[in-house]
């Protein structure tokens, strides 16, 4: 099934949609953006030409993608979350060959209203609170809210909260899936 675009959407020539994407109401996707399968981009979205984004991203309204960003699979980014490509902007200073990558990794959610400071890594299945200012990497899993954010807690991959403290030995399972994770000192995996 091809993309989906509404009328007042602007996909511009060279922007490549996945099979099932939705473009919804006012959205602008520029000419060198790469989209994968089956995503969902809300109204009021604009998407920049040097973005990639996987399969089966949701992002949700008001949410503008700039250069450098990297959305992996499953990736949800909550209503008018932020973007940055710039550390320190000034409108009288060109910036454009400062602009640092940001990866948010499969499976993350971006909760609505958080900012994303330019050059980060967020981890696989992390969950940013919303609201909350990330302006350092977050690892696999963790949960983090706040300004600047912190670690709170671990997530699974059901969007459950994990009954593990943020640093120390222990496991638990998923209260939804049942999945078994497994804590090391300060990083989470799936248990074998």
């Given at each position: 099934m091809p993309a989906?675009?509404?009328?007042?959407a602007i996909v511009d020539a060279g922007a490549t949609l996945g099979e099932g994407t939705q473009i919804w109401h006012w959205v602008h996707v520029c000419a060198g953006?790469?989209?994968g399968d089956q995503c969902s981009l809300g109204q009021n979205v604009f998407i920049a030409n040097?973005?990639?984004i996987g399969n089966r991203v949701k992002i949700?309204?008001?949410v503008s993608v700039y250069d450098n960003v990297?959305?992996?699979d499953d990736v949800f980014c909550g209503p008018s979350m932020v973007f940055t490509n710039v550390y320190n902007p000034r409108a009288?200073?060109?910036?454009?060959?400062?602009?640092r990558d940001t990866l948010v990794g499969q499976?993350?959610?971006?909760?609505?209203?958080c900012t994303i400071v330019c050059g980060v890594t967020i981890g696989r299945y992390a969950f940013v609170g919303a609201g909350a200012v990330v302006n350092r990497n977050i690892p696999d899993f963790a949960l983090v809210v706040g300004v600047p954010a912190r670690q709170i807690g671990w997530m699974s991959r059901h969007g459950e909260r994990l009954d593990l403290?943020?640093?120390g030995v222990g496991d638990a399972q998923c209260p939804a899936t049942g999945e078994t994770y497994r804590l090391t000192g300060n990083e989470l995996h799936l248990a074998d």
């Amino acid at each position: 099934m091809p993309a989906t675009i509404h009328p007042t959407a602007i996909v511009d020539a060279g922007a490549t949609l996945g099979e099932g994407t939705q473009i919804w109401h006012w959205v602008h996707v520029c000419a060198g953006a790469q989209i994968g399968d089956q995503c969902s981009l809300g109204q009021n979205v604009f998407i920049a030409n040097r973005v990639v984004i996987g399969n089966r991203v949701k992002i949700q309204n008001n949410v503008s993608v700039y250069d450098n960003v990297t959305l992996e699979d499953d990736v949800f980014c909550g209503p008018s979350m932020v973007f940055t490509n710039v550390y320190n902007p000034r409108a009288a200073v060109p910036r454009k060959a400062e602009y640092r990558d940001t990866l948010v990794g499969q499976g993350a959610t971006l909760g609505a209203n958080c900012t994303i400071v330019c050059g980060v890594t967020i981890g696989r299945y992390a969950f940013v609170g919303a609201g909350a200012v990330v302006n350092r990497n977050i690892p696999d899993f963790a949960l983090v809210v706040g300004v600047p954010a912190r670690q709170i807690g671990w997530m699974s991959r059901h969007g459950e909260r994990l009954d593990l403290p943020v640093n120390g030995v222990g496991d638990a399972q998923c209260p939804a899936t049942g999945e078994t994770y497994r804590l090391t000192g300060n990083e989470l995996h799936l248990a074998d």
